[in-house]
């Protein structure tokens, strides 16, 4: 059976050029985070537990990589599908906007707009 596939950023990322990214600048959120608002002593502790959790998924992500590619599949495959999903993923949520502006009009529910559309509800 199929593993579930890795979002394009993280295939990306750690398939080309080596597998991993050089450099060290990164995304600086504008807004502080809670964790900045503590205490020395406190921010470094959550600090040190943060990065040794995103080791143990960067790990993970590489065992599952590695099976995929040891099952057959090929980077330019998980690529395309990933691709694929992720415009699927765009007109379902196009879908679901109209589907919500109609019902706004209508005032009803979008629930309540599902069968008139042959939609189930874990679509």
């Not at 959790?53 to 495959?77: N, R, T, V």
């Not at 919500?100 to 529910?109: E, F, P, S, W």
């Not at 629930?111 to 509800?121: A, F, G, I, N």
């Amino acid at each position: 059976p199929r593993q579930p596939l890795l979002p394009p950023r993280v295939l990306s990322r750690r398939t080309s050029g080596g597998g991993r990214r050089g450099g060290t600048v990164g995304f600086k959120s504008p807004v502080p985070s809670p964790r900045s608002c503590q205490p020395n002593g406190a921010n470094s502790e959550a600090l040190k537990y943060e990065i040794e959790e995103l080791k143990q998924k960067d790990l993970a992500l590489d065992q599952e990589i590695a099976q995929l590619l040891s099952e057959g599949y090929s980077l330019e495959e998980l690529e395309k599908h990933i691709s694929l999903l992720h415009e699927y993923n765009d007109i379902k949520d196009a879908g679901q906007m109209l589907l919500g502006k109609l019902a706004v009009i209508r005032g009803v529910t979008t629930k309540q707009l599902y069968p008139e559309y042959d939609l189930e509800l874990s679509d």
